[in-house]
């Protein structure tokens, strides 16, 4: 998991870096909140991989129910293919648990000064 680990800290440094540089989308918040929330997300994602791998016996299932499990949800909740208002209520209150937490904390490190 470690090496795993370390890939995904690197290429988050990597679209940070793109972001401020190349799309020169300004940096207001705190560098550590943003590394802790970083961790936080990667943890999750990788040992959910891992859970969903040693569940399944085939690779097949493992990506079905990857897919299903925290793609879908994570694109079709948070707002990117509708907007949030536009769904139904009960619809809404899902998308407000289910949205991604990360992008939330990401977006709030980014542009709002949070930290």
């Known amino acids: 998991m470690l090496a795993y680990f370390v890939v995904g800290l690197v290429d988050s440094a990597i679209a940070v870096l793109v972001g401020v540089y190349v799309f020169r989308v300004p940096f207001r918040g705190s560098v550590p909140l943003l590394v802790v929330s970083t961790c936080v997300f990667l943890m999750g994602a990788l040992f959910w991989g891992i859970f969903i791998s040693a569940a399944t016996r085939t690779q097949q299932k ?54």
């Open 62 to 115: 493992a990506y079905q129910i990857s897919l299903l499990t925290s793609f879908l949800p994570a694109q079709l909740l948070s707002g990117f293919v509708w907007s949030i208002e536009s769904m139904p209520k009960a619809i809404q209150v899902i998308t407000y648990v289910v949205r991604p937490l990360f992008r939330d904390d990401s977006e709030g490190v980014f542009l709002k000064a949070w930290g």
